[in-house]
């Protein structure tokens, strides 16, 4: 498609179950982000992809948290052992160029990957 | 921790009245963006200030970035049912390859 997609849309999980959320950038984009996003809140950055490089992941709340993209296109955001304060839903954005603070771009989102755990 | 704190955090107008939301950090940043974002979908580029003391008009909505690059604010004229959402201000400090999002402004027009 044309668009970010990320799956799955819902995911329940039980208490200390792991879980993978998949995003598909729009072909061809550089930069891949990652963010968590409380009901009507601000996303929170987690972790920041140029490629396959995961050049900043400051923003991820624990070790149980893990992203990965192999290839520099699709992204995989691990968690592990899930808690219930991992409720949230996930969002993934990509770029077409480098993210610096001299060349912003536009972040093109997907739906996001709303998380229940239980 | 997010940089950017936005005001009010929720706004409940009725049709036609007019609003301003505000977007602040203590930070400086090389450029600003503004994103709405409705229910059970991802956030949508509205603008990009890039100038400090820069007004950029959209139909309807007008941005400003602030002289010292640290703040901005989006004010809605006349506002409509359909400008209902979540407006986020956005910005790269020019720090980190962190691409940070403020608080959020949830707005509800009512018709």
């Known amino acids: 498609g044309a668009g970010v997609s990320q799956s799955p849309r819902y995911k329940v999980a039980k208490r200390g179950q792991d879980v993978a959320l998949r995003c598909d950038p729009i072909?061809?984009?550089?930069?891949l982000f990652w963010y968590q996003q409380a009901l009507g809140q601000g996303p929170e950055f987690l972790t920041y992809f140029q490629n396959e490089a995961q050049l900043d992941k400051s923003g991820l709340p624990s070790d149980r948290f893990f992203a990965e993209r192999p290839e520099g296109s699709v992204s995989t955001l691990k968690i592990q052992r899930t808690q219930q304060e991992d409720s949230a839903v996930y969002l993934c954005a990509s770029s077409l160029r480098p993210v610096t603070a001299a060349n912003t771009g536009e972040l093109f989102f997907g739906e996001g990957s709303r998380l229940t755990v239980l | 921790t997010q940089l950017l704190e936005q005001s009010p955090q929720f706004l409940s107008i009725q049709e036609g009245e007019n609003l301003t939301v505000y977007c602040n950090s203590s930070?400086?940043?090389?450029?600003l963006q503004w994103y709405r974002q409705e229910p059970g979908e991802g956030p949508v580029l509205l603008v990009t200030v890039v100038t400090g003391g820069e007004v950029k008009k959209l139909k309807r909505l007008t941005f400003q970035f602030g002289d010292a690059r640290k703040d901005s604010s989006l004010h809605i004229t006349a506002a409509q049912p359909g400008d209902t959402g979540l407006y986020l201000c956005a910005g790269v400090s020019y720090t980190g390859n962190q691409f940070y999002f403020g608080t959020g402004t949830s707005l509800t027009v009512i018709p």
């Open positions: 930070s400086v940043f090389s450029s």
């Open positions: 072909s061809g984009h550089v930069s």
